[in-house]
């Protein structure tokens, strides 16, 4: 397995939550790593990337600010750290890997870009 999310859990909305994605460590050194989710009934939208070298991060206007996106070298795990979780943000949250575009940040935000995905976490922000 190249992607293992996990971390998801029932929160109650301004409350804090990280989500970790376990890499093999080849994907995790070529590639960039991302983090999308999918509500029920909706598409799969972005969340956020990281490059391959951790140089640069992106995030969708709707979680700029409340999360953020780190990588431990040490550990070949990528984070996701959620905080003032809203109720909206209730999905199920997938990391995914881009080889081939790894270095094309205009297309970061396209899953279809991402080659390997791992299984997703749930998330549930209810009050």
């Known amino acids: 397995v190249q992607l293992q999310a996990s971390g998801g859990g029932l929160v109650q909305p301004g409350d804090s939550l990280r989500l970790s994605c376990a890499v093999s460590e080849d994907t995790f050194n070529s590639n960039t790593l991302g983090w999308f989710r999918q509500a029920p009934g909706k598409k799969r939208e972005f969340v956020s990337a990281i490059t391959w070298r951790g140089d640069n991060t992106f995030y969708a206007d709707s979680v700029k600010g409340r999360f953020t996106i780190s990588r431990d070298g040490a550990k070949n795990t990528v984070y996701l750290q959620m905080n003032s979780l809203k109720i909206d943000d209730t999905a199920v949250y997938y990391c995914?890997?881009?080889?081939?575009?790894?270095?094309?940040?205009?297309?970061?935000?396209?899953?279809?870009?991402?080659?390997?995905w791992g299984q997703g976490t749930q998330v549930t922000v209810s009050s």
């Open positions: 995914a890997a881009a080889y081939r575009y790894r270095a094309v940040s205009s297309v970061y935000s396209n899953s279809l870009k991402y080659e390997t």
